[in-house]
Nanobody, 115 residues
Framework: QVQLVESGGGLVQPGGSLRLSCAVSGGTGSIYWMHWVRQAPGKGLEWVSGINLRRGTTIYADSVKGRFTISRDNANNTVYLQMNSLKSEDTAVYYC????????RGQGTQVTVSS
């Protein structure tokens, strides 16, 4: 069974940067795509970005395109989300997941963008 553990969140000022990590363990051979989703206070889950673990193909939500970069380190079974030019509306709990709806997501990591 795949287990996902997110880390790297924190408090950052608008315009700042953070890099999130997602450690993937168990059954990794059956995973083709990994995604980041987020949940802002009082809102539902929002898909943010995805990466094909074999080809490296990446996709992004319009709201983060040009600011966020997803990447993977297959040797270490880790997926990253580099977040630049952060805005207050990026404040959310960020999860990595095996599909765009957040299936199997981990416990999440809090990102707070505030001055």
């Amino acid at each position: 069974q795949v287990q996902l553990v997110e880390s790297g969140g924190g408090l950052v000022q608008p315009g700042g940067s953070l890099r999130l990590s997602c450690a993937v363990s168990g059954g990794t051979g059956s995973i083709y795509w990994m995604h980041w989703v987020r949940q802002a206070p009082g809102k539902g889950l929002e898909w943010v970005s995805g990466i094909n673990l074999r080809r490296g193909t990446t996709i992004y939500a319009d709201s983060v395109k040009g600011r966020f970069t997803i990447s993977r380190d297959n040797a270490n079974n880790t997926v990253y989300l580099q977040m630049n030019s952060l805005k207050s509306e990026d404040t959310a709990v960020y999860y990595c997941a095996s599909d765009t709806t957040g299936t199997g997501r981990g416990q999440g990591t809090q990102v707070t963008v505030s001055s």
